[in-house]
């Protein structure tokens, strides 16, 4: 398996700028995250505040970056990462079934207002899951729910069913759901809140309670210390240094997810900081090594 230099979670502006500059850094760089860039940037309907490109809209913003990937022959891996697990000398990350391997980490999920339903934290790991594909097989002949907050969530659905003797699909979205396994149960009801006794056992919507051996919360992220186990975190984001280090040697972090100001100037500049600090830190332990 390829082990790469850097990965790079996210793809709104700090996730783009560190891949960039990782990448003039002559690193082999992992880029994971949505191929459609940041939403929040592509709704801006004026961004009037950055540097170089006066009032310009949000999806002109977005066709730019994607022209700097292209000119950096930057690709973006279209993943939704659901857990990074520090392993040492590297780190392992779940990208939807596959797993990939880097030396360092950059961290630049973005903020996405979440609020978490009662029982979710206390049973994660007996029981709740933010990842349908990773935990599937613990889940065969048995019955699952997943919660799913966009449509591209139904393929784990749809992998999960493979093992599942029934699936609960709650959308949380408008659109109707194209799934082809009889198994899958789409159900138009509110979550509200995860019940169980030493692990989860049932799912309370807003008109009953679904008895459930695995719940599956499919968020567009998450939570940072659920990302990352051992993280820190302060208010919901990630405590950094100035040189958007964490806790956690060989980890780092920029954009939204470090906390306000929430501006693309301030994302893309901590990209920028993160991407330098990561190549400083595997040339350091490569010179290390030699010395060895």
Same mark, same amino acid.
Request: proline content about 4%; aromatic content about 6%; some cysteine.
């Given at each position: 398996?390829?082990?790469?230099?850097?990965? %790079?979670?996210?793809?709104?502006?700090?996730?783009? &700028? $560190?891949?960039?500059? /990782?990448?003039?850094?002559? +690193?082999?760089?992992? =880029?994971?995250?949505?191929?459609?860039?940041?939403?929040?940037?592509?709704?801006?309907?004026?961004?009037?505040?950055?540097?170089?490109?006066?009032?310009?809209?949000?999806?002109?913003?977005?066709?730019?970056?994607?022209?700097?990937?292209?000119?950096?022959?930057?690709?973006?891996?279209?993943?939704?990462?659901?857990?990074?697990?520090?392993?040492?000398?590297?780190?392992?990350?779940?990208?939807?079934?596959?797993?990939?391997?880097?030396?360092?980490?950059?961290?630049?999920?973005?903020?996405?207002?979440?609020?978490?339903?009662?029982?979710?934290?206390?049973?994660?790991?007996?029981?709740?899951?933010?990842?349908?594909?990773?935990?599937?097989?613990?889940?065969?002949?048995?019955?699952?729910?997943? %919660?799913?907050?966009?449509?591209?969530?139904?393929? &784990? $659905?749809?992998?999960? /069913?493979?093992?599942?003797? +029934?699936?609960?699909? =709650?959308?949380?979205?408008?659109?109707?759901?194209?799934?082809?396994?009889?198994?899958?149960?789409?159900?138009?009801?509110?979550?509200?809140?995860?019940?169980?006794?030493?692990?989860?056992?049932?799912?309370?919507?807003?008109?009953?309670?679904?008895?459930?051996?695995?719940?599956?919360?499919?968020?567009?992220?998450?939570?940072?210390?659920?990302?990352?186990?051992?993280?820190?975190?302060?208010?919901?984001?990630?405590?950094?240094?100035?040189?958007?280090?964490?806790?956690?040697?060989?980890?780092?972090?920029?954009?939204?997810?470090?906390?306000?100001?929430?501006?693309?100037?301030?994302?893309?500049?901590?990209?920028?900081?993160?991407?330098?600090?990561?190549?400083?830190?595997?040339?350091?332990?490569?010179?290390?090594?030699?010395?060895?």
């Amino acid at each position: 398996m390829k082990i790469y230099d850097i990965a %790079i979670i996210g793809t709104g502006p700090g996730g783009l &700028e $560190a891949a960039l500059t /990782a990448k003039a850094r002559n +690193k082999s760089i992992l =880029l994971l995250g949505s191929a459609d860039l940041s939403g929040k940037v592509g709704k801006s309907e004026k961004i009037r505040n950055y540097l170089g490109i006066p009032s310009v809209s949000g999806e002109e913003m977005n066709r730019r970056y994607r022209e700097s990937l292209d000119d950096m022959g930057i690709e973006i891996t279209d993943r939704r990462v659901s857990m990074v697990y520090p392993m040492g000398d590297y780190f392992s990350i779940q990208g939807g079934q596959e797993i990939y391997e880097a030396k360092t980490v950059i961290i630049a999920t973005g903020v996405v207002p979440q609020r978490l339903y009662p029982g979710e934290q206390e049973f994660l790991g007996r029981g709740v899951s933010y990842c349908a594909t990773c935990d599937a097989p613990l889940y065969r002949q048995k019955t699952a729910a997943v %919660i799913a907050s966009s449509p591209a969530q139904e393929k &784990e $659905a749809e992998f999960l /069913a493979e093992f599942a003797q +029934k699936v609960y699909y =709650l959308p949380l979205y408008a659109q109707e759901p194209v799934l082809h396994d009889g198994k899958i149960e789409v159900v138009r009801e509110k979550p509200q809140a995860i019940e169980g006794g030493m692990k989860a056992e049932r799912l309370v919507t807003d008109q009953r309670r679904i008895d459930a051996d695995g719940i599956f919360i499919l968020r567009e992220s998450v939570l940072p210390d659920a990302l990352v186990p051992g993280l820190e975190t302060e208010n919901g984001h990630i405590r950094t240094d100035r040189d958007m280090s964490t806790n956690i040697e060989g980890c780092f972090a920029c954009g939204d997810v470090t906390g306000g100001p929430y501006q693309l100037m301030k994302a893309a500049g901590e990209g920028n900081v993160a991407a330098l600090s990561a190549a400083a830190y595997l040339d350091r332990q490569r010179r290390a090594g030699k010395e060895a």
